[in-house]
C-alpha cells in the first residue's frame, strides 16, 4: 500500500516511470485494485507524451485492440513509429507484423522489411523471424517466397528464437517446401512446447493422431 501510494505521488509530479508503472497496475488489477482499463490507457498515455517507450507500446496495443478504450489503428501506428524509431525491438516487431499481415493498415511489405533490415542486421532473433514472415506470407508488394522464408527462419532458429522454430517446425512437419523433415520438425515444436506454448502441445497432438509420428 505504501509503495502504491508513493507511486500516486510520483505520477502526480508526471514521473513517466511512476505513470507506466500505475498503468500496469490498473490494467492487471495488481495491488488490490480493480482492473481498470480506461484509466490505464490514460496513464500510459501520459506516460507516452513524456516519452516512455513502454507506454507507447501498451497504448498502442489497446488502441489496436479498440476493447477497452475506442479503437484508433492510425495513432497506434504514429505511437508504434515512435517507439520503433528509439531501435525497440518489440514496437519495431509489431508494426512490422501489422504491414506484413495487413493488419488493422494497409499491407506493405517492403515497410515491414525497411524497418526490421537495421535489427536484423545487428542480429536480433525476433526482427529475423519477422523478416522471414514477410517471405512466408508474400505481403506487397514483396512476392511470397516459402524457400527464402525458410532459409531465414533457419538463422533465427540457430539463435534460438522460439518463434522461428514454431514456424520452421510448421514448415518440415507439413512437408509443403522443401520435403518434410518430420523428426526435425518435432523437435523444435517440442521446444517450443517445452517453453509453455499451449497451442504447439495440440499441435503435436494433431501430428500424432494424424499418423506423421511414430510413436
Do not use: C
Request: glycine share 12%.
Amino acid at each position: 500500500a505504501h509503495g502504491f501510494v508513493l507511486l500516486n505521488k510520483r505520477a502526480d509530479q508526471n514521473d513517466a516511470a511512476a505513470l507506466f508503472r500505475l498503468g500496469t497496475i490498473y490494467a492487471g488489477g495488481e495491488m488490490g485494485v480493480t482492473i481498470d482499463k480506461p484509466r490505464a490507457a490514460a496513464l500510459f498515455g501520459r506516460a507516452a507524451a513524456l516519452g516512455d517507450v513502454s507506454s507507447k507500446i501498451q497504448l498502442a496495443l489497446m488502441l489496436l485492440d479498440g476493447t477497452a478504450i475506442p479503437a484508433d489503428a492510425p495513432r497506434a501506428v504514429k505511437l508504434l513509429q515512435s517507439a520503433a524509431g528509439t531501435g525497440d525491438v518489440w514496437s519495431t516487431t509489431i508494426l512490422a507484423g501489422l504491414y506484413t499481415k495487413g493488419d488493422k493498415v494497409p499491407a506493405d511489405g517492403s515497410a515491414a522489411l525497411d524497418l526490421l533490415k537495421p535489427l536484423v542486421a545487428k542480429g536480433v532473433a525476433a526482427a529475423i523471424t519477422a523478416m522471414g514472415d514477410v517471405f512466408a506470407v508474400g505481403a506487397t508488394p514483396i512476392a511470397k517466397d516459402p524457400g527464402r522464408a525458410q532459409a531465414i527462419f533457419e538463422q533465427a532458429v540457430a539463435l534460438g528464437d522460439i518463434g522461428a522454430k514454431s514456424r520452421l517446425g510448421t514448415i518440415l512437419t507439413n512437408g509443403v517446401n522443401p520435403a518434410a523433415d518430420v523428426t526435425r520438425g518435432l523437435r523444435l515444436l517440442e521446444d517450443v512446447a517445452d517453453a509453455g506454448d499451449a497451442w504447439t502441445l495440440i499441435q503435436i497432438g494433431n501430428l500424432h493422431a494424424a499418423g506423421k509420428v511414430v510413436p
